[in-house]
């Protein structure tokens, strides 16, 4: 008889959603968090859920992927979502939280509740109870990576990303920069920007050229991630990179000019309190005076306070195709699960996502069950056939994105128009997904749900 129990290794993102979408399902878990046992060099508490990149899940807009993932995990009931709408902050059409709220709902929702344990300690090697799921993060411990470049076969698990830096509110020049979302989207004032003109603009990109990195061993920069590269990296493929990525200028309007500025450094809201502001896109690997010279080149940043200054940490992952089936279960290792960055996803939002489908696949295997698929026209449904079914000679983790969903039968020409059809087919299909769940659901509540045998 299949385990009721599902070990879950890492209390990040994934593993929180993990736990709790097998705690719905009636099946016990038993979530190992190697924190504060065994610090990280980025994470600054012992909560769950902690977020050390950014605040932001990216926009909440239909029209866009992630907004698409978003709406889609709302449907299944997402606990990683549901945290961040409970500890949101302004931030236009993104999704955005107050850190310290939401890694503390997070954890006081999976402490609280009776189907779910709580470990503090390092794990060293794949578990051998099954089923398991290993959602160790983006910052796997190294004796557990290397068991599982060990059990994978693979010889490079690892690229690098990038912190950006936050800044007390009270350093910033507000007569200098001006509270606007682009386009006015959201409350239409959600970012502060930072304006520049051409001459302000030049002084800071040549020197953020001339800063000194951070010592990486040079075989490790071929390892950064493309969707999340350093700033300077970015710039350093030529001048105007920055003012078509982070820094356009685009849907903004200084209001000392009434005209577009040359670039903009946007600061996004940090916290509830709106005491600390992060770079938007700042992410680097800068020396940590050099970011302190550079930055405050920056108009309206000449005195800034950093609360937490950029720096560079290793993400792990596995070639997906390679290792693991669409329901993100080991192909050689039946009911050993694969869960957040480590799997092969990118961005926060993905990795919560890949945490839920991982912990109903769990939970089906937990109890003999079939192992439910997401529908193939659903966001999430796109994720599954991406890691397992794209090319693995050179494989990359991928945010959401429509591209990565099958095109209509009947494609309109305009492209907000066709996205829009295709968020209301996969909700449509994602409805209908949550209905057979429900219906298979068990309606025992609390530790005997987890131990009693089903009919």
């Not at 209390?11 to 979408?21: I, K, P, S, T, V």
């Not at 983006?138 to 599982?148: T, Y």
Request: some cysteine.
């Amino acid at each position: 008889m299949a385990s009721k129990t599902v070990t879950i290794v890492g209390g990040g993102l994934a593993g929180c959603e993990a736990a709790w979408q097998c705690a719905r399902e009636g099946v016990a878990v038993r979530l190992i968090e190697m924190r504060p046992v065994k610090a990280t060099a980025v994470h600054g508490s012992d909560r769950l859920a902690e977020l050390v990149c950014s605040n932001s899940f990216k926009s909440d807009n239909l029209a866009s992927g992630h907004g698409l993932l978003h709406a889609e995990m709302r449907a299944v009931g997402s606990l990683i979502i549901d945290a961040a709408e409970a500890s949101r902050v302004p931030a236009g059409s993104a999704l955005a939280v107050d850190r310290d709220a939401f890694a503390q709902r997070v954890s006081e929702t999976l402490e609280n509740h009776p189907l779910i344990d709580i470990e503090r300690r390092e794990v060293t090697e794949i578990p051998s109870e099954r089923p398991a799921i290993i959602a160790a993060g983006p910052l796997c411990s190294d004796r557990l990576a290397r068991d599982i470049s060990r059990f994978t076969g693979e010889d490079n698990l690892a690229f690098y990303d990038a912190i950006s830096p936050i800044i007390e509110a009270e350093s910033i020049d507000w007569k200098i920069v001006f509270k606007q979302s682009r386009y006015d989207r959201g409350e239409g004032s959600d970012y502060g920007n930072c304006p520049m003109d051409r001459a302000e603009y030049d002084r800071f990109y040549d020197a953020l050229i001339e800063s000194s990195k951070a010592d990486l061993h040079s075989f490790d920069r071929n390892l950064l991630f493309e969707a999340c590269l350093p700033i300077e990296e970015l710039a350093r493929r030529g001048r105007d990179t920055l003012r078509y990525g982070p820094m356009k200028p685009v849907g903004l309007r200084d209001p000392r000019s009434d005209a577009r500025p040359w670039a903009v450094v946007q600061l996004r809201q940090d916290n509830l309190a709106a005491t600390h502001w992060s770079m938007v896109g700042f992410q680097n690997q800068l020396r940590y005076e050099d970011q302190r010279t550079v930055f405050r080149l920056i108009p309206g940043l000449e005195k800034a306070r950093f609360v937490k200054l950029g720096m560079i940490h290793r993400n792990t992952y596995v070639n997906a195709p390679r290792v693991l089936r669409p329901d993100f279960e080991c192909r050689k290792a039946p009911g050993l699960f694969l869960a957040g960055q480590i799997s092969g996803v990118e961005g926060y939002t993905e990795s919560s996502a890949s945490g839920m489908m991982a912990g109903l696949a769990a939970a089906a295997r937990a109890r003999g069950r079939e192992i439910p698929l997401f529908p193939e026209d659903s966001a999430m449904g796109a994720l599954q056939r991406y890691i397992a079914h794209s090319s693995g000679d050179d494989y990359q983790p991928t945010n959401i994105a429509f591209g990565l969903l099958p095109a209509l039968e009947k494609r309109p020409r305009s492209k907000r128009e066709r996205k829009r059809l295709m968020a209301e087919r996969a909700l449509a299909s994602v409805n209908r997904f949550v209905a057979e769940i429900l219906k298979r659901r068990p309606t025992l509540s609390g530790k005997k749900a987890a131990t009693e045998d089903e009919g």
